[in-house]
Every structure is written in structure tokens, then in C-alpha cells.
């Protein structure tokens, strides 16, 4: 069963990659724009109701003594009138325009949180069942280890499923842990001249259902203790997807000055207009209370920043006839 440690770094990743994000400081600063602009409004109609109270007491004084004098305070009245009012016009078309686009910011903002809400709510019911499935099994089959008297290869076969589902949980519980990281900006990066082929050869072979092909030796720079993070949730993703009867392609080339490191499956495939949504945080195809497919929406997020820390590119392509590559483009 999971220690407390193991439980405590899980809730701490849960509190990391869920913080709320920081309220927006254009909204405070149309906030402050607002007051200046009523305190500016408000100057400008007393002031010109004193300058029109003025004028209108001279005009009394002098409509009998000079009448030409009354003319002359009535249009100059009326120029300032004018002036006013398009500096106040002006000063409105100028406060309704940045109005609208506080409005058109905060509504976007409100949104962008209501999506990050609603897959922060599918993270926590993905992450609840991904974390009792495998405990449930480890439990089952150490009871029946206990109580039960096996024979070797029986024995074995129980093991092997326990060490499937501790590597299940162990998988779960590094990518909370890299998302907190990241969002923390505590992911350190020691990029060095590595044999890629070596590398990727020695994380494919425990999967029995991925096949690799690489023509010749490849030397690219990366990261030894995040690289292998990227390539194994790109096959776990295609285990989601495609199934872990299907075969799933791994293939290592050389293509000019790059390398390309790619996981074909031959599963549902991605639609075109989710191609890019994947790679954000929590993000999953589909309703979390109806879909079959197991996982957290952190893989995929995982993988674009860790690419992108490596200098590197990724895509997503049609594979034929049906599912999907992931394209890594390292630039040597």
C-alpha cells in the first residue's frame, strides 16, 4: 500500500498545479483610470458651470452699459462652451474605448478561468480513479499472496501485475510532481551530447507491443532525466488511445541538420481542431464522467514543455490509414 510520504507528495503536486491564477493588473489599472477619469469629469462641469455663472453675471452688469460688450462675453460663452464639450466628447469616445476592452479582457479572463476550472474538476475525478485502480490491485494481489498457497508461476504472474501497477502509480505520481515543477520554474535542464539510439532502445523494451526502428547510430543533445519522461508518455498516451494490443511505432532518423524522434499509433486519431488543445495543462478529448480512455491531461503538457526546453518542435500528424505521430524535431 502507498506510504504517507508517497500520499503527501501527491497532495502537494495537487496544490502546486492547481493554484489559482493571479488577478489581472490591466483590471486594476482601468480600475484606476475609471476614478481619475469621473474626478477629471466632475472638475471640468463644475468649472465650467462657475465660468458659465460668471459670464452670465457680467452679461447682467452689461447689457444696458455696452451692448457690444454683451455680444462679445456671449460668444466667447459660447466658444468655450465648445471647446468643453469636445474635450469632454474626446475624453469619453477615449473612456469608453478602453471600457470596452477592460470588459471584452475581463470576460476573456473569466473564461480562460471557467475552462481551467472545469479540467482542474476532470483532473481531480481522472486523477481519484487513475490512483484507486492500481492501488485496489496491489491490494487484491497481495491478499492473495498472503492467504493463498500458489505455485511458482502463479506466484510470478501476480508479481509482475503488482510491479505493472506500481510503475502505473510511480508514472502518476512523477508527472504531478514535473507539472508542479514547471509551473514553479524549478525544472533544471543539463542538456549533453547523449546516444540517442542507446537511450531510446533501453526505454522501449520493456513495452512488449512498441517497435523500434532506427537505421543507423544517432548523437543529439538532451537532457538524460527528463528525455525519458517525454518519450514515455508519448507511448502511454498511444496505450491510452490505440489500445495495448496495437502496435505502436517508434522510430529514430537523421533528416539534414535535424533529428527526428517519432511515436506513430494507428488508434481514433486526434481531430485536426484539437491538435493543438492537447498540449495544454488538464486538457482531454472528451467528458471525463463518459470517456474510456485512462489518464490525468498532464502527459501531453509534460511532453510540449520538456520538447520545448530542449530547443526542439513538436507536431502531430495523420498517421495511415487511421491514429496518429508525434514528430519531434531536435535541431542539432
Not at 491490494?139 to 506466484?155: F, H, M, S, V
Not at 537523421?254 to 506513430?264: C, G, H, R
Request: charged share 25%; hydrophobic share 40%; proline share 3%.
Amino acid at each position: 500500500m502507498p506510504s504517507v510520504s508517497f500520499l503527501l507528495e501527491i497532495c502537494t503536486g495537487f496544490k502546486m498545479i492547481s493554484k489559482k491564477p493571479q488577478s489581472p493588473f490591466f483590471f486594476y489599472l482601468l480600475v484606476t483610470y475609471v476614478l481619475l477619469q469621473f474626478l477629471w469629469w466632475g472638475w471640468l462641469l463644475i468649472n465650467l458651470n462657475n465660468d458659465i455663472y460668471d459670464l452670465k453675471s457680467s452679461i447682467n452688469l452689461l447689457q444696458h452699459e455696452n451692448p457690444a460688450m454683451v455680444i462679445e462675453k456671449g460668444n466667447e460663452l459660447e466658444h468655450k462652451l465648445h471647446l468643453r464639450w469636445m474635450m469632454i466628447v474626446g475624453e469619453g469616445v477615449v473612456f469608453i474605448s478602453l471600457l470596452l476592452l477592460g470588459i471584452m479582457h475581463v470576460v476573456k479572463t473569466q473564461k480562460k478561468e471557467a475552462e481551467l476550472g472545469a479540467r482542474q474538476k476532470n483532473f481531480l475525478l481522472s486523477v481519484t480513479h487513475e490512483l484507486k485502480s492500481p492501488i485496489a490491485g496491489i491490494k487484491i494481489a497481495t491478499e492473495t499472496l498472503l492467504k493463498r498457497e500458489l505455485d511458482k508461476e502463479k506466484q510470478t504472474e501476480i508479481l509482475n501485475r503488482v510491479l505493472t501497477d506500481t510503475d502505473r502509480l510511480n508514472q502518476l505520481v512523477e508527472n504531478i510532481l514535473t507539472a508542479a515543477k514547471i509551473d514553479e520554474g524549478k525544472h533544471v535542464f543539463d542538456l549533453r551530447d547523449t546516444d540517442l539510439t542507446d537511450l531510446v532502445t533501453k526505454l522501449c523494451k520493456p513495452y512488449t507491443n512498441v517497435k523500434f526502428i532506427a537505421t543507423e547510430t544517432v548523437f543529439c543533445k538532451v537532457d538524460s532525466l527528463s528525455f525519458p519522461s517525454i518519450l514515455n508518455n508519448l507511448i502511454d498516451n498511444a496505450h491510452k488511445y490505440a489500445g495495448s494490443e496495437n502496435e505502436i511505432t517508434v522510430a529514430l532518423k537523421k533528416e539534414n541538420s535535424a533529428v527526428i524522434l517519432s511515436v506513430a499509433d494507428n488508434g481514433a486519431g486526434i481531430p485536426d481542431a484539437e491538435k493543438e488543445k492537447v498540449f495544454e495543462k488538464f486538457y482531454r478529448i472528451g467528458n471525463e464522467e463518459t470517456r474510456s480512455a485512462k489518464g490525468t491531461g498532464l502527459g501531453l503538457y509534460i511532453v510540449n514543455y520538456l520538447v520545448l526546453r530542449h530547443g526542439a518542435s513538436i507536431a502531430i500528424k495523420n498517421n495511415k490509414p487511421k491514429g496518429c505521430i508525434f514528430e519531434i524535431r531536435f535541431n542539432k
